[in-house]
């Protein structure tokens, strides 16, 4: 629990309407899981961010820091700290030659659009991705043959004490799903992305190409959090899952998609255990059917 006087700290830090009490994470999680934070704080500026993740390291309270929820599955005892939202406060996009440099919170598919709409190419893969470019860096999210690595050049962030770091794309040591970021207490607030001149016509009929292509082989009409586990090498997990008897297998409110076997569905009351459960159960059938170990994408947040 936090108490008022904490909450009153953050509020000189932050608009008091940016700042809610007991806040239910399932509105914040496109799995549609997760219980109450106790405090959940939509950051608009590096500035409050700054202040507040200097102001939290003082006074020791756990935060965790989000996109849009894309990739989370939040227990539904909820997360006993401060939850800093990067999302629709913070969707700055702007242009400088081919590059874009666009503020953490601004979701991929807009930055795909306003890429389409300066004719620049090179980020049409990310259009689907239901992500923040914040969240997308930190998971070098990627689809259809791209991945934010081939796009990132520059990556400023602030550490728990405040300080504003630029880092370049070696620097965030990308690799398959993962980034420095994911083993840093770094925050993204800004990346910059360098894209090429391209046409508009053919950028656009590669978006809805790849959003046809999405719509057809994904579960896209249930809450989910996307694939539940990283390809394993040589193989294809919704493939080893299906294989391995699984399709349209249930616990609880949680089920293997019927559509796309690497999804995780929520039927419509799925719990964090009916979530966690289902995952380790097809870990097990995959590893005594193929000898495959199976690890998730899915981020747990206990
Ligand atoms: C239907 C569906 C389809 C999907 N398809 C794909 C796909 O094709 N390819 C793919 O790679 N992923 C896919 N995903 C997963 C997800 O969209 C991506 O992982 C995305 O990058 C997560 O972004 P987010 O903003 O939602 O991050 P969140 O889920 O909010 O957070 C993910 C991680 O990043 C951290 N984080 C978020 N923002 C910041 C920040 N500003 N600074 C520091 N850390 C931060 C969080 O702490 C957490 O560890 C899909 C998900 C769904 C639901």
Partial sequence: MISDAVIQTIAGFVPRENIRRREPMNRHTTFRIGGE?????????????????????????????????????????GYAGVVLQIGPRMQQIRLEGDRMIVQAGALMSQVAKAAYEQELTGFEFACGIPGTIGGGVVMNAGAYGGELSQVVSQVKVIDREGNVLELDNETMEFGYRTSAIKSHPFTVVEVTLQLAPGEREAIRSRMNELAAKRREKQPLEYPSAGSTFKRPEGYYAGELIMKSGLRGYQIGGARVSDKHCGFIINTGNATYEDVRDLIAYVQERVKACFGVDLEPEVIFVE
Wanted: net charge negative.
């Fill in 37 to 77: 934070a106790d405090c959940f704080v939509e950051i608009e500026s590096m500035e409050q961010l700054q202040k507040l993740q200097r102001y939290l390291r003082i006074v020791e309270l756990p935060c965790l820091v989000m996109g849009n929820g894309s990739n989370l599955l939040i227990s539904d005892r």
